[in-house]
């Protein structure tokens, strides 16, 4: 719904009110209420769409614009520390989608902020966010700051792999940069966001994986420009070329006009036919289901759900087989 919007009163006719109030939590924990509220229109309610569902997205959605704003300050207060403590300093993720490749900052909500730095400079950094005395811009003194978590990385992968691309010169030599509140804020190239990405959905945390990834995804690719031999050896170095294939074509599945390169010179399994259900399986089951269904299937739980998606594609199982 959230990718395709509705044409008609009769594409939703079937959900009863207990359907909308599941809609409405699952979009709200998933983070999509915003953007179902932009993809609704300017009459939702022409649509089919009850009363109280669209007044709870708008609210949602309002809620999410004004903390992009605080967000905003606050990415340049901790730009501004860091640079002042000439620690180097990458901005991972969603703060990227949401300021500069959503189409309204509040489309993309954001639980905290990620930032990577280099790893001998972790403790360092923590300390000056810590210790500073440097008020977020734009904030009245008499007014309490809103509460914004502060997640510092010294790795762009899961902790069991030994290469790291955060560990290359070159990860760090294509950074790019835009201003934020007067202050340059520092980002991954496109190519290397595409891969963090998609690895952090499907190689860390199976938690992770949720269906705002596949919007991400999307976002990105359309407002950026990706230089797609780059980004396939990049893959290639990983061994994750299968993985970011996979990922890539379940966002085509619900943004048909997505497009994109295949690498060259690879061998492709073949993508399951069922691309939804997969989707499904991958970014809507619980955690604690996920990895009772990678435990049946004798997968390696800890490398979360990409194991089962090599599995999947390797063993060419029927999705009926993988989902009884």
């Known amino acids: 719904m959230s990718a395709a919007g509705i044409a008609s009163p009769d594409d939703v006719a079937d959900l009863s009110a207990a359907d909308w109030a599941k809609l409405l939590v699952m979009a709200q924990r998933h983070r999509l209420g915003p953007l179902l509220h932009w993809r609704f229109g300017a009459d939702p309610a022409a649509k089919g769409v009850p009363k109280p569902f669209i007044e709870a997205l708008a609210a949602n959605y309002d809620k999410h614009s004004r903390r992009a704003v605080e967000l905003q300050a606050e990415v340049s207060r901790i730009q501004r520390i860091m640079r002042e403590n000439e620690i180097p300093t990458v901005f991972l993720r969603g703060v990227f989608l949401a300021f500069h490749a959503y189409r309204q900052p509040g489309l993309r909500p954001l639980r905290d902020l990620d930032v990577l730095v280099p790893e001998d400079q972790v403790a360092e950094a923590a300390q000056a966010l810590r210790t500073s005395i440097l008020r977020r811009p ?122 994109f390169q295949p690498p060259d010179g690879v061998e492709l399994a073949p993508l399951p036919a069922e691309l939804g259900a997969v989707a499904a399986i991958l970014t809507l089951g619980e955690a604690q289901e996920r990895l009772d269904t990678a435990r049946q299937l004798k997968l390696q739980v800890r490398n979360g759900p990409l194991q089962f998606v090599r599995e999947l594609l390797g063993q060419k199982r029927r999705l009926a087989d993988v989902t009884s």
């Not at 804020?185 to 963090?196: G, I, K, R, S």
């Not at 949720?210 to 991400?216: F, M, N």
């Not at 074509?249 to 048909?256: Q, T």
Request: charged fraction near 20%; hydrophobic fraction near 45%; include cysteine.
């Open 138 to 259: 734009g904030r009245p003194a008499d007014q309490p700051a809103l509460r914004i978590d502060v997640e510092f990385h010294t790795r762009l992968t899961d902790q069991a792999r030994r290469y790291d691309p955060a560990f290359d010169a070159g990860t760090w030599n294509r950074l790019i940069s835009r201003i934020i509140a007067e202050e340059e804020v520092w980002y991954l190239a496109p190519e290397d966001q595409l891969l963090h990405l998609i690895l952090h959905a499907l190689q860390d945390d199976p938690r992770n994986c949720h269906p705002i990834v596949l919007t991400d995804i999307t976002q990105l690719l359309e407002q950026t420009g990706v230089n797609w031999i780059q980004f396939w050896q990049l893959a290639a170095s990983g061994n994750w070329v299968a993985g970011c294939w996979l990922m890539l074509n379940l966002a085509r599945h619900f943004y048909p006009t997505l497009s």
